[in-house]
């Protein structure tokens, strides 16, 4: 197509819709989530009281939805779009918890084992990474072993998220989905060398060892009062497994991430009742999502910032408490942040305990550095970004031993990558020409205004999940905090999605230039104006178009020699445009965008 | 016909007038036109207009007959006045509500068959009468809403949908409105916006029978080949005579113009029409060569459009008629009826 050429300016390229990659990006929420599930269809689903359905399109994508539905970081919430147009995104994780728990049998919807295909895979550690390229490649005929030190799998998802928010049935349940396909399971095996695996005749290995190390703070007193100060990520699998039930009455909570808030929660269960969280940098710093942040201070537990510690304070073997430096922030002459010593005399707390949260590493202690494999700067192995291949070929890495801890969705989607790869490298396809997704196109038109999603605009806001009561959530560590939408909620919370994924698909040949739509759409999305270059355009558009990380839809061809700009960025999907087109040029069709996963559809080359 | 409520959220960065009103507060009902009709972008022109001007819902009568075009004041403007009256008759029953109330905006709101067929002796009276309003023709050439009949301002030559000609001679309402004495007359397309909003807003601030004909094809039965008044002819035929910007109060000039490009014209209430000419001899001001120029391109085949005459110092009904200053729902019951000895006065000094 060739752009109509203006007196304003070279002519903008008309969009191509039929790149996938297009409309995935209007559909914030899949593109955001790392495994691309696919969030409206599943949200439609649930609407629907098709909470089995919606599971399944769940499970195919992020394999642990009821896990997810609980624990996501949930990358897709600050993506969706509804947080542009009103105050707050959909309640997209707590959705899926909502098909999680009202799902029928599943079992009939497994895949069934493909006869076996003489290949063999190994796959190191048994958590959400590992289990993902088990559960894609197991049903495809490879014979299948995961090695675990642990004694049950899950990897962290069991070690390390406290039960009262994740109960342990649903982590039997769906680490059991996986199990069931006949993956080998070698529990209670760590593998220390990988030299002799390599030899073991594996024509692929993946390496989903995750990172395993909680940081350590040498500070003054750290040795002399070690017997109450606890790394924060072993303190919690020491809790998760029932050999640790209490804790002291003041405790300490250092750090300001995920694994601090779990901690802090965890010690008010188990006896803590002064328990606090204490950053270096400031509340807003804090890597914690907010809303962990929110029921740690729900649950009466302060945090404190601007506090670097300084010394453990111990007497007689005993630790009694820690001082800090007090520090502020401020910018050097390059304009970077630094904390700076406000001068103010330490601060002083007593305590019983300390939990040291301050970060996680990687360690292959393991992995010998002479079998050819590449270690980068850090001590990390060289990994693909897209393929997740090590240096050696047929050896892959995924989920946080590949690049540094992250969380379950990205160690998901680290999974279904490496089993993309690792089922095209065995059927030597070239693995760095990546398969392209699959796209179902669905009109939704039925008849003149009736269309086959429901494109009402609902006005509600964000509703919240209810609580278990806070004194006696705070009684046992294993009960379930949240408990979940139910169905009536869950209706009216899913009716916010605004359906991105049914796209306003323009046909210009058609159009009669009426305004109709420029006259109906609520969002002043679309234009028909003068061709020109895309940041100039932006500004003479019906609304502006400050959001660049949106696309403008562009198509020539008009009978005025105009072009139709569609700004993508604030759309509701609500099909008024269509409605009030009288010629039909614009449709309401939904794009179904389906990541290929490994099996046939990948290795069609 | 639409069935969803428009949804009520609006795009992040819409801007609030003076009022601290956006644009949606002026919205009215979703319409029920046919999809794609000129006369809903008519609509969204008024909203834009009314917008612009800062304009309270509340002081403003829209007015209108019977018709598709009549229907559209629902369609706008929720929260001001409204009356749908008869067929043809909107011009007596905004006379009325104005005699009675001169304090409030009157927009009159008709069509072609409205004001041209059955109520072309309305529409005549009440503007050579000098009402202060402004009367909005929303001319598509055909009865709308009764399935597509020739209007009286169906162009002879023009085709119905089925391929019949119109045999008759079309009524020119701006060339009627200037020769009756309209103070303020200008033609428009629905179909251009940036033409017709200024139009729309330079009416309303006008002190004066303010007149607009604005061609609005109707998408069901007018917007074949071979209609004169089809998106296609109109856009094909438009010839406009200037651009205008209506500015309240004193600004200053931001845009640059050309020398003699600009032409500006003070009306007694201080605000200024700005026109940028199209035509270097186009004089807005000179009702005669208005009428001859409209005659002439008309001969040619073009529609003429733009603000096409205005009189900086129109008066109206009520500065002729020397009415009393104050709407009567503001006099006192003894102002309204001053009792039989005032009348024995009056009929005395008509003796
Ligand atoms: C306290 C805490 C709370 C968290 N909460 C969340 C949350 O709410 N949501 C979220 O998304 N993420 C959360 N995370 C992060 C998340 O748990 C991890 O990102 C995720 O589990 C990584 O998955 P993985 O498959 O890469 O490895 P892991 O889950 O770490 O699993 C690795 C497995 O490998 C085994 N292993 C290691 N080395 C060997 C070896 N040499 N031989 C055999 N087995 C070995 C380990 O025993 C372990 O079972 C949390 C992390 C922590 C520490
Ligand atoms: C007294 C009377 N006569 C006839 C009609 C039938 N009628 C309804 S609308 C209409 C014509 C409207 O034409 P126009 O004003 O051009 O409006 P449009 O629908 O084209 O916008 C007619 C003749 C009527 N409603 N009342
Ligand atoms: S509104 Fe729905 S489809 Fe759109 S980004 Fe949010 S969850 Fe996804
Ligand atoms: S679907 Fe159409 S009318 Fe609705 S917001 Fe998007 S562009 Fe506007
Ligand atoms: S409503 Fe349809 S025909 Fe009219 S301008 Fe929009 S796309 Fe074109
Ligand atoms: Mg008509």
Known sequence: ?605 | MTYIVKPKLHHPSLPKNDLGFTRRDYEGRISTLCAGCGHDSISAAIIQACWELSIQPHRLAKISGIGCSSKTPDYFLSQSHGFNSVHGRMPSVLTGANLANRDLIYLGVSGDGDSASIGLGQFAHSIRRGVNMSYIVENNGVYGLTKGQFSATSDKGSKSKKGVENTESGIDLVALALQLGATYVGRSFSGDKDQLVPLIKGAVSHHGPAFLDVISPCVAFNNHAGSTKSFDYVREHNEAVNRLDVILGRAPITTEYRPGELREVTQHDGSVLRLRKLHDDYDPTNRIAAANYLQERHAEGEIVTGLLFVDPDATDLHDRLGTTAQPLNQLGASDLTPGAQALAKINAGLR
């Open chain 1, 1 to 605: 197509m060739v752009g109509h050429a203006s007196r304003r300016g070279r002519a903008l390229q008309a969009t191509d819709i039929s790149r996938p990659e297009y409309f995935l990006k209007v559909v914030d929420c899949q593109l955001a989530c790392p495994a691309h599930t696919p969030v409206p269809e599943y949200i439609r689903l649930i609407a629907d009281g098709r909470y089995t359905d919606a599971y399944m399109i769940n499970w195919k994508s992020n394999v642990f939805p009821g896990i997810l539905g609980r624990t996501c970081d949930r990358p897709c919430e600050p993506a969706c779009r509804r947080g542009r147009v009103e105050e707050e995104p959909v309640a997209i994780c707590r959705l899926k918890r909502v098909a999680a728990d009202n799902k029928s049998d599943i079992s009939a919807r497994l895949p069934k084992a493909a006869p076996k295909n003489g290949k063999k895979i190994a796959c190191i550690g048994a958590g959400p990474a590992s289990l993902t390229v088990a559960r894609d490649l197991a049903p495809l005929g490879y014979e299948v072993h995961v090695y675990d030190a642990d004694k049950k799998a899950g990897g962290m998802i069991r070690s390390q998220i406290p039960r009262f928010r994740l109960p342990e049935e649903v982590i039997d349940e769906e680490v059991g989905y996986i199990t069931a396909l006949g993956p080998v399971m070698h529990l209670e095996r760590r593998i220390d060398s990988l030299k002799s695996l390599l030899k073991e005749g594996y024509d692929a290995i993946f390496v989903g060892t995750g990172a395993p190390r909680g940081r350590d703070l040498d500070l003054p007193g750290r040795k002399e009062a070690a017997a109450n100060i606890h790394i924060g990520i072993d303190w919690l699998s020491n809790v998760s497994f029932e050999h640790t039930n209490k804790i002291g009455r003041r405790v300490i909570v250092l750090g300001g991430g995920n694994t601090a808030m779990d901690c802090c929660r965890t010690a008010r269960r188990l006896g803590g009742e002064d328990v606090k969280v204490i950053v270096r940098s400031g509340f807003e710093e804090m890597k914690a999502s907010p809303w962990e942040k929110e029921d740690a201070i729900g649950e009466d537990i302060p945090i404190l910032n601007y506090l670097v510690p300084k010394a453990f304070i111990h007497e007689g073997g005993r630790l009694t408490g820690m001082t800090f430096e007090k520090v502020k922030a401020e910018k050097d002459a390059k304009g970077r942040r630094q904390l700076v010593p406000t001068g103010e005399p330490d601060q002083h707390f007593e305590c019983d305990d300390v939990l040291v949260a301050v970060g996680q590493e990687n360690a292959f202690p393991w992995i010998e550095r002479d079998i050819g494999m590449a270690f980068d700067k850090w001590d990390m192995p060289v990994v693909h970004q897209e393929t997740m291949q090590s240096t050696i070929p047929n050896v892959f890495f995924g989920g946080d031993a590949a690049f540094g801890p992250k969380n379950i969705i990205w160690a998901v989607a680290h999974g279904h990558s490496a089993a993309v790869s690792i089922d095209m490298f065995l059927n030597d396809q070239d693995i760095a020409v990546r398969p392209p997704p699959g796209v179902t196109v669905i009109s939704q038109k039925m008849g003149i205004h009736e269309w086959s999603y429901d494109n009402d605009i609902a006005n509600d806001r964000r509703y919240k999940v209810p609580h278990r009561d806070k004194a006696q959530s705070l009684k046992d560590v294993k009960a379930e905090v949240e408990l979940g939408f139910d169905q009536g909620l869950g209706f009216k919370e899913a009716q916010r999605c605004l359906n991105c994924d049914v796209q306003t698909v323009f046909t210009a040949k058609v159009c009669i230039e009426c305004d109709a739509c420029v006259d109906i759409c609520p969002m002043d999305c679309i234009t028909f104006t003068d061709d020109g270059e895309e940041a100039e355009l932006r500004t003479r558009l019906k609304a502006p178009a400050l959001n660049l990380g949106q696309d403008l839809y562009v198509a020539d061809g008009l009978p005025t020699g105009r072009v139709m700009v569609k700004d993508e960025d604030v759309c509701l999907h609500c099909g008024l445009c269509a409605e009030r087109c009288p010629t039909g040029a614009w449709d309401m069709q939904k794009y179904l965008i389906d990541i290929t996963q490994a099996g046939p559809k990948c290795r069609t080359r």
